[in-house]
């Protein structure tokens, strides 16, 4: 279908919802992090917008005991994260003092108590007017016109009431990808085969997280397997602050745990996290958790995947299909398991004395989650559906291979993304597993750089006038990579800009300005590409970032300060598709004088810590970039160039 052809439709089923009583110009369907970013992004840019959640909070796993950020380069992730993590910040300073321990525990931002996450997220929502809230409402229908969506049915999980929205554009931030599965996108769950998209680490997995080798058993096959899902707990150590277990769950079984005991003696609990915070519990039943300190004597607590004994593989089977009644008991089981593992570290006598102790000085925090028992309401569904977009993310996009410098240049970037692959095990021990769990994989730095996320993976394939920035269009290994949620909340700060695009030129989401869309995301704070030499504070970050989208930079350094040579200068020209000559003559580096010729009125960047640079003098790197940037964003039928937004290819 043609782009004008796919204009034309796009239209004429706006003006079709119109008629219908448009809710809103965007709907949101998804209360996580990632939906937030997209509602706020849209209303930002003067579109209305309706949010809908289906649980009564806002926040997803931010919100829900995930208390401290999964983000390993700080500066690879910007934009609405960072404006997050600086309230975050600002909340504790305001509350308790600049020098207070609070503040200090709070790590600039990125640690945060649930409450407060869930503070910060409702402010942030409540300061655009624009966007209504639906809160507490699970998806009934998906209304289409053709091939794209034109409304949505969502049910009142209280009151039953049954609500119509009408929209332009409608973003799937569930981390299920439940909007996308009722319009009718085509979707993956499980694991890819090892030769599907050529990925190492796909499919059936043995993986030695010390040694980093393949363990017998490992044969790459694909599978319809997901990884575990848990839940993260916040703990007190306060004791005005506890809400003490006084009876195990219900459907407590001992013999779920009592595969602990073999860890214990085999030594694979003799490691831990050391905090000053946290007595060592290292070679002790405690190490079933991974126990991180937050503001407010507070604790997260994650499930330790790395050993045989770890129960929640296999529990969540069947779940990204499930109906909502057969969810909420796959909900209900894991939440139950989860207690009774806490239960039988705090009073199970075969565990030693002193043991028990420790575990009971950590109880769930009384002033958390009060509507629901001081336990977290969000699952952790850290993998469901993944739609199939008009590109898939691999291993091969979020890693660097031996011939390059840096990961995969995608011409259409919205983000950077940079976790390390990271999945959860997706079966409890077999016969023979002596060493880890099959498909765990623990945080693989040694092969994960931080890399370029396209916007083609939002894009469903098949279904117009719909995103999905959650469960979005890429390998379970990648996905292993991308699902965290400071990469979900640039995704959906990306998704926001592109609806808004969109419905402003009257295109399809899959013919959205690439070019004027990154801009926008730049001018927002967000990163397209990750550079170890540059910051936010180079008078050329946002043109580095754009031209890093193009393959002007061959590894993770951009040199931003360093003088650029006619040849560097030549190639960048033709990269950014500017007919404009580079004399080869005139000395090995191009001169201001040069550049000034060349882009007359937009190279005056000057540097303030030495503004008497003369005609003369080489251009530096950063300098050319910024001129390049400002000439191509020139009004007029000369200005700029055809982007190649849905270009991926390795830097030369």
């Known amino acids: 279908m043609t782009a004008c052809l796919r204009g034309f439709l796009c239209i004429f089923a706006l003006c079709l919802a119109a008629a219908r009583g448009t809710g809103s110009d965007v709907v949101v369907y998804g209360g996580t992090p990632g939906g937030i970013a997209a509602a706020i992004s849209a209303a930002r840019l003067g579109r209305t917008v309706t949010l809908v959640s289906y649980q009564r909070h806002l926040g997803g796993m931010t919100a829900s005991g995930l208390g401290r950020s999964d983000i390993e380069t700080h500066e690879a992730i910007g934009g609405f994260f960072r404006e997050f993590v600086g309230n975050v910040y600002r909340y504790y300073v305001g509350k308790y003092g600049e020098q207070s321990e609070n503040v200090r525990q709070c790590n600039h931002g990125y640690f945060c108590e649930p409450a407060v996450a869930e503070h910060v997220f409702d402010e942030l929502v409540a300061a655009e007017p624009r966007i209504r809230i639906l809160r507490n409402n699970r998806l009934e229908e998906v209304l289409r016109a053709a091939n794209r969506v034109t409304g949505i049915r969502v049910r009142d999980r209280d009151t039953q009431a049954l609500t119509e929205l009408r929209g332009g554009i409608f973003i799937d931030a569930s981390y299920e990808g439940d909007l996308a599965a009722y319009a009718g996108a085509a979707y993956r769950v499980g694991r890819e085969s090892r030769a599907d998209f050529n990925e190492l680490h796909a499919g059936v997995v043995y993986l030695d997280p010390k040694t980093r080798s393949f363990l017998p058993g490992s044969t790459g096959e694909g599978d319809d397997r997901i990884g575990a899902y848990t839940f993260r707990l916040c703990l007190s150590y306060d004791e005005a602050n506890s809400y003490v277990l006084t009876s195990p769950p219900p459907d407590y079984q001992r013999a779920r745990y009592t595969g602990y005991f073999d860890d214990l003696k085999a030594g694979r609990m003799s490691t831990a996290p050391a905090h000053p915070e946290v007595p060592p519990y290292a070679n002790t039943m405690l190490r079933a958790f991974t126990l991180s300190p937050l503001p407010n004597r507070k604790i997260d607590a994650n ?21 909502w009644a057969e969810r909420e008991k796959i909900t209900e089981r894991i939440r139950n398991i989860t207690l009774g593992l806490l239960w039988f570290l705090q009073n199970d006598p075969e565990i030693p004395a002193e043991q028990r102790q420790m575990a009971r000085r950590y109880n769930l925090a009384k002033d958390e989650f009060t509507d629901n028992g001081h336990f977290p309401w969000q699952l952790y569904v850290r993998e469901a559906r993944r739609i199939v977009g008009l590109y898939t993310l691999s291993e091969n996009d979020v890693t660097v291979g031996p011939s ?4 995969r240049i995608h011409g259409d970037s919205i ?9 959860m095990p997706v079966r409890k021990r077999q016969p023979g597993d002596d060493v880890v769990l099959e498909g765990y994989l623990l945080m693989l730095r040694n092969i994960t750089r931080p890399y370029q996320i396209p916007y083609r993976i939002i894009v469903p394939e098949r279904v117009e006038g719909l995103l999905v920035p959650v469960a979005a269009s890429t390998t379970h290994i990648a996905f292993s990579s991308i699902r965290l949620e400071p990469t979900w909340m640039a995704m959906g700060q990306a998704a926001g800009v592109a609806a808004h695009l969109a419905l402003q030129s009257g295109v399809s989401l899959r013919d959205v300005d690439i070019d004027r869309m990154q801009r926008i995301l730049l001018d927002q704070g967000q990163v397209l590409t990750y550079f170890s030499d540059v910051d936010a504070q180079d008078p050329a970050w946002k043109a580095l970032q754009y031209f890093g989208t193009r393959g002007f930079f061959r590894d993770y350094s951009a040199q931003s300060h360093e003088p650029v040579s006619r040849a560097t200068a030549a190639d960048w020209l033709a990269a950014a ?6 004399s080869s003559s005139g000395g090995h580096y191009l001169t201001r004088g040069e550049l000034i010729q060349m882009f007359p009125g937009v190279a005056a960047w000057q540097n303030p810590a030495n503004p008497a640079r003369g005609p003369q003098d080489p251009v530096w790197r950063g300098e050319l970039c910024q001129a390049l940037y400002n000439w191509m964003d020139r009004p007029g039928p000369s200005a700029g160039s055809s982007h190649p937004g849905h270009q991926s290819e390795a830097p030369k």
Do not use: M, W
């Open 415 to 423: 983000t950077a993304g940079e976790y390390p692959i990271d999945s």
């Open 577 to 582: 598709q500017l007919s404009l000559h580079i």
């Open 303 to 323: 499930l330790y995947a790395g050993l045989l004994g770890y129960p929640f593989p296999e529990e969540n089977y069947g779940y990204p299909d499930a109906s």
């Open 404 to 407: 390059r410098g840096r990961a």
